[in-house]
């Protein structure tokens, strides 16, 4: 007991000195105390330490609380000291800057009386050399109120260059010099109203002035901006007439006030008046920058889209129309006053102009979905380019432009394509075309470019391998290589160029369009088998078409055949893939069709005899598959062979799986035997060659495991499975142990359901060596097991 309570002390200590040393966190230690059962000790412990620590803190106040107390009367007597001693600071220093204000007040009075005494002095004297400066400056005064500029032009010479320099040391001199100033201004804003009224006039002519700027262009190049609308409407929709009422320009459109050029509009008078103000003024470059600020003003004003401008080609005639107007005026300042506007300038503004406008066209245009419109854009915009290149300014980046807007019209048009896809693929009846007379058959041919002479041998009514989706899918892409032409042409373009652009617009289309039409079309959960195959079958012929559609481009382009081969066209590769992908769908759905009628297998599995002939869902099956294989007469070998095979296979594995289910939880010997007469008759449908092109042995083989494994079962011959067993020349090499346990256990079951099985001695030395085959058949996969 004297040593734990010992070790309980020193534990004590210990925990106190822990909680002494930590200032804000004592969990862990208070958790250590509670977590025993000498809290009350510890708990005395603890008073114990405050009552000593309490002590301690006593004995030091009363050390110390004496001198603390004279420190305290220390201070308060030097406090009183030093307050006394900062107010006397504060009266010395009051007094003395009442003495040093009041002597600044009478130096600074003798300094103004000398001051004043001295200026009117030298007024005196000098007031009579100021006189004529004085007179002359009220008579410019007269003459600005009287309005009389050019006389008040005179008299302000004189003063500048005659009487002011007589006076140029005198402080007024300046004063005089910036009223002149004044004056100055004041004549050259008078002379500015009229320069005003130009530009207001300017800004409202201008448009009419590039309006007919742009006429006479296109009369020269004899352009017609409302070609080719009609056509992109023609093809987009090919069952109408072809007709398209357009909005067409009418000769009114274009009619001005009269057939009047730039300086005919508008009166150039006021420029030349105000430069010449300006230059008597030694203003003219104040004269210059105002004129081009204005101008750089109005030209940001011109260089603003309607807001509206991507809705209707007027917008965008509008907006063209005020920027030719612009640049046409400047032209002409600058042929009649070459000091005013010159080339360096000129560049300079249309370098910064033509950025905006074609930032402005692009992003406008971006918001067109019409490909009608957008060839009035580029139509208009090869106008508006045309006319100013014939004022020498540079058009490249319009040229470039014309480029993008081209991108985004083939984007527009494939978007319009999709719908144009999709309706082709909603109306077809995926059925072989079938006609009855020459002129439907003439028809299809004219359409779709197919010759096939034992066709053309045959009587009526003929029936072409491929559906109504082919035909139109080709002359659609016909189509859309057409419109796609319409932008390319009138771009001075060279024939190759235009030739690889058709071709790689061709390829977008292909690839990304009609490939995700067709994409999305296959894995439509409602096609049935037929029109899968038939799906797979038009793929075919779409491949084929490939090399017509080129021959059709390069008939377009007229380019040297020799070097179309740069850009070819992937129609083949796509159409590949989507068969590809066509191909897989036919196998799913072959399958699961067969499921369905592998849904309907209801095997009594404790039939006592077998009916001597096959399942009726499996005569079925095999009267679906071989009417289903007759339909794949149109589709290449190998598809036929794989759909035949892969539909072997699965009713292989169909039919294995009931035999191994575990909801079969017995099989009697006869539902076996009706199970061996289903895989006879599969074996009869797979000997008879329902696709031609199969090796001998092919087909057969998908039942090759079932049939080693019914044969093993149903002659007993478990000797010469074990004596062959892991051998090449096994007999019943296909067969595993595992699955000859899963039946025979189950077999085993149904004769345990037979009462009077005991009874027959038959009976029970077949059990006693099922229960041998079983050991040694487990006794092989022990091995492997054990691996």
């Known amino acids: 007991m004297d040593e734990s309570s010992k070790d309980g002390k020193g534990r004590h200590d210990l925990l106190l000195q822990e909680i002494e040393a930590i200032d804000d966190y004592w969990g862990p230690t208070f958790r250590a105390i509670f977590d025993t059962d000498e ?90 050399s100021c006189l004529p400066v004085l007179r002359a400056y009220i008579k410019l005064q007269q003459q600005m109120n009287e309005k009389r500029y050019y006389p ?38 008078a002379s500015m109203v009229d320069l005003k009224d130009f530009l207001e006039s300017i800004r409202k002519y201008s448009p009419k002035i590039g309006e007919v700027a742009m006429r006479h262009t296109a009369e020269q190049l004899n352009i017609d901006v409302s070609a080719s609308s009609s056509i992109i409407k023609r093809l987009i929709s090919p069952t109408t007439s072809g007709e398209f009422d357009y909005e067409a320009q009418s000769e009114n459109e274009y009619s001005v006030e009269e057939d009047l050029s730039a300086q005919d509009l508008v009166d150039f008078s006021p420029v030349y008046r105000c430069l010449h103000i300006h230059t008597v003024l030694d203003a003219k470059e104040t004269y210059e920058n105002y004129y081009r600020k204005q101008r750089k003003k109005q030209a940001r004003l011109a260089l603003q889209p309607p807001t509206n401008m991507h809705e209707t080609i007027e917008g965008y005639r509008q907006y063209f129309h005020g920027i030719v107007g612009f640049f046409v005026v400047e032209d002409h300042v600058m042929n009649t006053a ?15 102009a033509v950025s905006k406008i074609a930032s402005s066209v ?49 984007e527009v048009l494939m978007q319009r394509w999709v719908h144009v896809f999709r309706d082709i693929f909603d109306e077809d009846n995926y059925h072989p075309i079938q006609v009855t007379t020459p002129a439907e058959y003439q028809h299809v041919v004219e359409s779709f470019p197919y010759r096939d002479s034992n066709l053309e041998a045959a009587q009526f009514p003929k029936r072409f391998p491929f559906s109504n989706l082919v035909p139109k899918v080709y002359r659609q892409i016909r189509n859309y290589i057409q419109a796609c032409l319409q932008f390319s042409q009138d771009l001075n373009l060279a024939d190759q160029e235009i030739d690889d652009t058709l071709r790689r617009y061709t390829n977008l289309l292909l690839t990304r369009t009609l490939s995700g039409c067709l994409s999305t079309l296959i894995r439509k959960p409602s096609l049935s088998l037929l029109q899968l ?91 679906f598959l071989q009417s289903t294989f007759q339909a794949f007469t149109n589709l290449k070998q190998h598809v036929a062979q794989t759909a035949c095979l892969t539909a072997c296979r699965h009713i292989a594995e169909i039919l294995m799986k009931l035999l191994l289910s575990d909801d079969v939880k017995s099989i009697s010997m006869g539902a076996l035997q009706q199970v061996n007469l289903d895989v006879i008759q599969c074996e009869q449908f797979a000997a008879s060659e329902p696709v031609p092109g199969f090796e001998d042995g092919t087909l057969l083989s998908s039942f090759l495991d079932l049939r080693q494994l019914l044969d093993l079962l149903l002659s007993w011959d478990w000797s010469a499975y074990f004596h062959d067993y892991g051998q090449d020349t096994s007999k019943y090499l296909r067969v595993s142990p595992q699955r000859a346990i899963t039946v025979l256990e189950k077999l085993r079951e149904a004769d345990k359901r037979t009462v009077f099985s005991v009874l027959k001695k038959s009976e029970r030395d077949k059990k006693k060596l099922m229960e041998t085959v079983l050991r040694q058949l487990r006794q092989l996969l022990q091995p492997s097991a054990s691996a």
Not at 544 to 553: D, P, T, Y
């Open 39 to 128: 809290c009350d000790a510890f708990a005395d412990k603890l008073d114990s330490r405050i009552r000593s620590h309490d002590k301690d803190i006593e004995k030091l106040c009363s050390a110390h609380h004496q001198g603390f107390i004279e420190s305290i009367r220390d201070l308060l007597e030097l406090k009183g000291l030093a307050n006394r001693i900062h107010g006397e600071v504060q009266t010395i220093d009051s007094d003395i800057c009442q003495s040093v204000t009041q002597l600044k007040l009478k130096g600074q009075e003798l300094a103004d009386a000398r001051r004043i005494e001295r200026n009117m002095k030298t007024t005196i004297e000098m007031l009579q």
């Open 152 to 189: 008040a032009l005179k008299t302000l010479e004189q003063l500048e260059h005659i009487h002011l320099p007589n006076i140029t040391h005198y402080r007024f001199s300046e004063h005089m010099k910036k009223s002149l100033a004044k004056v100055r201004e004041s004549i050259k804003e």
């Open 338 to 352: 070459s000091t005013l506007v010159n080339r360096s300038y000129l560049d300079d503004v249309w370098n910064i």
């Open 362 to 410: 692009r992003t406008h245009s971006s918001y067109c979905t019409d490909p009608a419109l957008m060839l009035k854009i580029k139509n208009l915009v090869m106008l508006f380019s045309s006319t100013l290149k014939t004022y020498g300014y540079s058009v490249s980046q319009l040229v470039e432009l014309l480029q993008e807007i081209r991108d985004h019209y083939n």
């Open 533 to 623: 195959i038939q799906i797979s079958i038009n793929t075919n012929y779409l491949e084929e078409s490939n090399g017509w559609l080129e021959e059709f481009i390069a008939q377009l382009t007229g380019a040297s055949r020799e070097l179309s081969h740069i850009a070819r066209l992937q129609g083949r590769a796509v159409f590949r893939d989507v068969r590809d992908d066509a191909e897989q769908q036919i196998y799913e759905a072959l399958k699961c069709k067969m499921d369905e009628f592998m849904e309907l297998a209801n095997y009594d599995w404790q039939l006592n005899e077998p009916s001597g002939q096959a399942s009726s869902f499996l005569m079925d099956l095999i009267a």
